[in-house]
């Protein structure tokens, strides 16, 4: 089952619904401007466990919402 995200403004919507961006930060260790920019672009940090995180609602109410979501089991959590 895909991944579904309760929006305040418009009830229970598929995750295809919504924009999810991390802003990467590139380590010290990686040289070079292309480098850098392959890195930066690609290689997210993809945390395990219960995180905080900013979803955009863009084929809907076109709102941000903050969400706590265990991305192990993707279940999104209250409180």
Known sequence: MSLVIP??????????????????????????AEARDIDRGFMLTNPEGVQLERWFHVYGCRRWLTLRRDTRTDDVLTG
């Open 7 to 32: 929006c305040p403004h418009c009830g229970e919507r598929p995750v295809e619904e919504f924009l999810y961006g991390e802003i990467p930060t590139v380590p010290d260790t990686v040289v070079g």
